[in-house]
């Protein structure tokens, strides 16, 4: 049984009654962020209060015991997404994921006149190292249509494939509006078609299971924070033979073998090729615990408890009358709406002066808005630890949200 | 200090005013207009402003248009009511009591008229810079502004 109040109290964030303009908080930005469960803490504490020590640059115990932790997270990682250990490499989070894909994949890889085919509801993330890597290369970016449902169909991917593409990237979920993309079919189509399918994985790692193996996906990228781990965080999952094919974007100390004068240098095997510089110890091993929490509650659970929230958000938000949404039928646990004759801005300040935490405006997925014709909207997005009551608060705010002024008076 | 209290019903009334019906929001056709974009990381408003200054170097007619919330949008729309008619130091000094009013500092409210309205901003942090985004605008053109 799911006991959403049993896992609040996980949460110092949420143990400890924390307050925003003098009412209790209510935080609805879940795909912005997350809270961190005290077993990510406290795993985080003892490395620095008691067990500080560099990975892989000593021969004492204490540097031993850091190397052990960090490879223990990265097994954690990779049974997390059923990887190889070898295929998971840790990164600041999702766009430096994806960036190293750009700058060590497709920036050798692509030649001119290639086309990088990507869809129009993509994070900034997703779009900008792409637009780079095109200017660089000589390649050209394309966009998937989205259907009239907004989704990413699989028939939209045939479509948009030609023999000039030769590397795909979309998002598993869509950061604004929740809906799922079928990556098991855009990987088969895309391979058949000679192409390399990279997973923006940052809003459903989080919510969804993710098996690497089974979807056949050539590369996927995450963030730690987005699931309870520190900001700061993440990974890049790549298939190991590409991994190995593929050039490191930064070096330095921890990822080379030897070099010489003559400028001659051999590198470490993936993963630790593509980790130059000292790792951030501390943010890893709260990854790995992350990962580890996360699986306890179960992602299957997780999903059901989001998907039975959005149900409720969803029917009690309409019951109201005063909103347009955007996203009734996703699968995601996210709302994104507009109150009627409130803008979005306007809408997410007088939610704030109600102690709730909402995100309005294009949620850094600027060119969807122009297919939503609307320039930005509200967007309300749930975790694990997310209540019906913190709904009841939004719905009864929007029932409210054309007082808006109130927040300044 | 104004002259009379204003009261929250009085700012609420005035923001929703210049919000539903501004009176300045327009891109001007005519000539002579100098005019600046201005934009948020951290918000949606992306706004131009444009000026227009007479022989006399007074402003003779001033101008916003863009994307913006109510903040932004009403603000934007007095100070165009606010700058016209006045010259370049006049309208720097408004604009810098305006600013130390945004900023909770002391200031001239002598000179602000329907902009008090937004002497609360201060209560939402996040929309400071909407109170400002049109006026940081016109002080960039004044700065830049060398009348004939």
Redesign the interface.
């Known amino acids: 049984m799911y006991d959403v109040y049993k896992i609040r109290n996980d949460f110092p964030m949420l143990r400890e009654p924390q307050t925003m303009q003098g009412h209790p908080l209510v935080f609805l930005d879940n795909a912005s962020t997350t809270f961190k469960p005290d077993r990510v803490l406290d795993a985080m504490d003892v490395y620095n209060r008691k067990e500080t020590a560099n990975s892989h640059r000593g021969d004492y115990d204490l540097c031993n015991k850091a190397d052990r932790a960090v490879a223990k997270a990265r097994e954690s990682v990779a049974r997390f997404l059923n990887a190889g250990v070898n295929e998971i490499v840790f990164t600041a989070g999702a766009t430096s994921a994806l960036n190293l894909v750009a700058y060590g994949y497709c920036l050798k890889v692509l030649k001119p006149g290639d086309e990088i085919l990507i869809s129009l509801a993509e994070h900034a993330s997703n779009v900008l190292p792409w637009f780079r890597i095109a200017s660089l290369t000589g390649a050209k970016v394309k966009y998937i249509p989205l259907s009239e449902g907004n989704r990413i169909t699989v028939e939209a991917v045939k479509t948009a494939l030609t023999p000039h593409t030769k590397f795909v990237s979309v998002a598993y979920v869509g950061n604004v509006l929740g809906y799922i993309a079928p990556i098991k079919e855009i990987a088969a189509l895309a391979h058949a078609n000679g192409a390399v399918l990279c997973v923006d994985g940052a809003q459903s790692t989080p919510h969804l299971k993710t098996d690497v193996k089974d979807l056949d996906c050539d590369f996927l990228a995450f963030s730690g924070h987005k699931f309870c781990a520190p900001t700061g965080t993440g990974a890049l999952y790549g298939k190991y033979d590409l991994l190995c094919a593929m050039d490191p974007f930064e070096t330095g100390g921890g990822m080379n073998v030897k070099f010489y004068p003559d400028g001659t240098a051999t590198y470490l095997l993936p993963p630790m090729k593509f980790e130059a510089g000292t790792l951030n110890v501390a943010g890893i091993i709260g990854l790995g615990e992350a990962v580890e929490y996360v699986s306890s509650i179960g992602l299957e659970e997780i999903s059901a408890h989001e998907h039975m929230l959005k149900a409720y958000a969803v029917e009690k938000l309409l019951a109201t009358g005063m909103v347009d949404i955007y996203n009734a039928d996703s699968e995601g646990g996210i709302v994104t709406f507009n109150v009627h004759g409130v803008f979005s801005q306007d809408f997410a300040t007088y939610l704030n002066a109600q102690g709730i935490a909402c995100r309005s405006g294009q949620h850094c997925a600027k060119m969807l808005n122009d297919v939503l014709c609307v320039p930005a909207t509200v967007r309300a997005s749930f975790y694990l630890y997310t209540t019906k009551e913190e709904i009841d608060a939004l719905v009864e705010a929007v029932k409210h949200g054309g007082n808006f002024l109130d927040a300044y008076f | 200090m104004p002259t009379f209290e204003l009261t ?1 019903a009085m ?2 009334e005035i ?2 005013d210049h919000y539903s019906s501004p009176r300045h929001k327009v891109t001007p056709e005519g000539e002579g207009y100098e005019t600046l974009h201005s934009s948020s990381i951290n ?3 992306d706004i131009d402003v444009f000026l227009k200054f007479d022989g006399n170097g007074k402003v003779k007619d001033a101008c916003w248009n863009g ?5 932004s949008t009403a603000s934007s729309d007095i100070l165009c009511d606010l700058l016209i008619g006045h010259d370049e130091k006049e309208a720097k000094y408004i604009i810098d009591q305006y600013r130390k009013m945004i900023h909770e500092e002391p200031y001239d409210s002598s000179v602000l008229e329907e902009a008090l309205a937004f002497m ?2 201060g ?2 942090a ?2 400071i810079h ?1 109170a400002l985004i049109g006026w940081d605008a016109v002080e960039e053109i004044l700065k830049g502004h060398h009348h004939e």
Do not use: E, G, L
């Not at chain 2, 994307?67 to 903040?71: D, F, G, K, Q, Y």
């Open positions: 929250p700012m609420r923001i929703m918000c949606i408003d994307t913006a919330c109510a903040i609360n901003t209560r939402q996040a929309r909407c």
